[in-house]
């Protein structure tokens, strides 16, 4: 290393990306990327369809959680925020699947 000429960053990213060679899935990452607000919108109509099948209590519950909350600031105790989320886990994954999710 002690041999090594330091050409800077540029020189080094160059140098760096040289070795490399081509990325054979750019073209797939672009498209993704591309495609990502309808793909946000489309999760967010499944996730508000899957919401409406919820009751009111647990509809509250799942809207703070997807909101960020903490077992804290909802003001639940801690065991049973972590149930709850169990639950609607549980629920989602049904959902997702396609099967009629009946909650406990």
């Given at each position: 290393m002690k041999d090594r000429m330091i050409l800077g960053r540029a020189g080094d990213v160059r140098d760096l990306t040289a070795d490399i060679g081509a990325d054979p899935y750019a073209t797939d990452r672009i498209f993704a990327a591309l495609d990502w607000e309808s793909?946000?919108?489309?999760?967010?109509?499944?996730?508000g369809a899957a919401l409406r099948r919820l009751n009111?209590?647990?509809?509250?519950?799942?809207?703070?959680?997807?909101n960020g909350k903490t077992w804290v600031e909802i003001g639940c105790p801690k065991r049973t925020f972590y149930w709850r989320l169990k639950k609607l886990e549980d629920f989602f994954r049904l959902e997702k699947q396609g099967g009629n999710a009946l909650l406990r």
């Open positions: 793909d946000r919108k489309a999760e967010g109509g499944r996730i009111t209590a647990d509809r509250a519950f799942a809207r703070a959680v997807l």
